[in-house]
């Protein structure tokens, strides 16, 4: 079956470091996304990985290891706006399909 | 350039009742997508298009149609709305296939009686 794994709620200190991660079981593989979705708004794209590595985009990284089925989003010098749900996304091969996980909610506390 | 628009933003219907969302978008792009979000879950694709005048079914398309008769427009109804149906749905658009980005728009909160 596919399915996508990630922590349902976090808590992390303005300023410090989170981590974020999702593990993935899907039909093929053709590209991981994270994408930040604050309360009662659209998720908006943060991060695309296909190939095995890290990504760095200011204070946001994404990590992914296709042999592991594993990916982790980095969130630097946390901010109080950081609040919000992040999704892991996983598009297959084959076909238009992207599976989305239920979302990380990650509250950032003063 | 508004990017993807939906409307409306807020409904209620009773059981039985009928509706259909529009989804809009100004990037041009070819492909377009009907989520819809509940507590708990992440989204589910409900029907997807690749291009004007073509649609397909996705991971939950009962209970819903969908039609795309114009490339910029992607319209989602509902025939015969049930509680089930109560959910944030979603519209997407995205440029190309593989790892292109999709563009979601506001959402709209349906509640069903």
């Known amino acids: 079956g596919q399915n996508i794994d990630q922590p349902t709620e976090m808590t992390a200190t303005e300023g410090a470091i989170v981590q974020i991660n999702c593990t993935y079981q899907?039909?093929?593989?053709?590209?991981l996304f994270w994408y930040q979705q604050h309360a009662g708004e659209a998720p908006t794209f943060l991060s695309y990985?296909?190939?095995?590595g890290l990504e760095e985009k200011g204070r946001f990284s994404s990590f992914l290891s296709r042999s592991k089925g594993y990916s982790y989003l980095l969130l630097k010098e946390l901010q109080m706006k950081d609040s919000a749900s992040y999704l892991c996304?996983?598009?297959?091969?084959?076909?238009?399909?992207?599976?989305f996980g239920a979302g990380t909610r990650l509250f950032v506390k003063a | 350039n508004a990017g993807v628009t939906q409307t409306p933003k807020f409904r209620v219907l009773k059981t039985g009742q009928s509706m259909t969302l529009l989804c809009a978008q100004d990037m041009n792009h070819e492909y377009m997508y009907w989520y819809r979000q509940d507590p708990g879950m992440g989204l589910r694709l409900i029907h997807y298009s690749v291009g004007e005048g073509t649609t397909a079914k996705g991971e939950v398309p009962d209970g819903y149609n969908v039609s795309r008769l114009k490339k910029q427009n992607f319209l989602l109804g509902l025939e015969s709305a049930a509680p089930s149906q109560t959910s944030v749905y979603f519209c997407?658009?995205?440029?190309?296939?593989?790892?292109?980005?999709?563009?979601f728009g506001p959402g709209t909160r349906l509640t069903v009686l």
């Open positions: 996304a996983v598009r297959g091969t084959g076909g238009f399909k992207t599976i």
């Open positions: 997407a658009a995205s440029a190309r296939l593989g790892g292109d980005t999709q563009y």
């Open positions: 990985n296909v190939l095995d």
């Open positions: 899907t039909s093929g593989f053709n590209g």
